[in-house]
């Protein structure tokens, strides 16, 4: 679970989009928070074997240059259209989701807050990590297997709005 920004320089003459400061100190870093892969739910069910979840947020980015510059004047948003993309190593798990674009009425995935020393938090505390969509469309997105291996299946949850909370029990 991870998440990459990618920053967008932006300056209104087009110019020199960065500033150069040599008087800046960084403060020393140190270790935040981790977490790990947790259960996931689907219109309140929980999703059986499970491998692996992602989200992708879906932010589409429009930048704009003017007057033959290097660097955009102008960048803003486009769109925003997130994705939960649910993996799993079994065919059994489309029972789940039965047919494409089915109706969802929420969905949650859990990231299962790590303590010091590889244990984690009990599930029943409120401190693990809980994003939800509260209503979409799904869809079976990749499927497939050959040969004696495990099918590899992902399903596509395209939500309307999609929330996030580091203090949720895990249920």
Same mark, same amino acid.
């Given at each position: ?106 969905? *949650? ?6 303590? *010091? ?55």
């Amino acid at each position: 679970m991870g998440l990459d920004i990618h920053p967008l320089d932006t300056n209104g003459d087009g110019l020199n989009p960065v500033v150069k400061n040599t008087g800046v100190t960084l403060a020393p870093s140190a270790f935040g928070v981790q977490y790990a892969m947790g259960p996931a739910n689907f219109n309140a069910t929980a999703v059986p074997g499970l491998v692996g979840w992602d989200i992708d947020f879906g932010i589409t980015v429009e930048k704009k240059w003017h007057d033959g510059l290097v660097f955009p004047q102008k960048a803003f948003i486009r769109e925003i259209s997130p994705v939960m993309n649910f993996r799993f190593e079994s065919m059994e798990a489309l029972d789940t989701f039965t047919t494409s674009y089915k109706a969802m009425t929420a969905a *949650d995935c859990y990231g299962r807050k790590r303590l *010091d020393g590889s244990t984690f938090v009990p599930d029943a505390t409120a401190q693990h990590l809980k994003m939800t969509f509260t209503a979409g469309l799904v869809n079976p997105s990749e499927f497939g297997a050959t040969g004696r291996e495990e099918a590899k299946l992902t399903v596509a949850l395209h939500g309307k709005v999609l929330t996030g909370s580091t203090t949720s029990a895990i249920t």
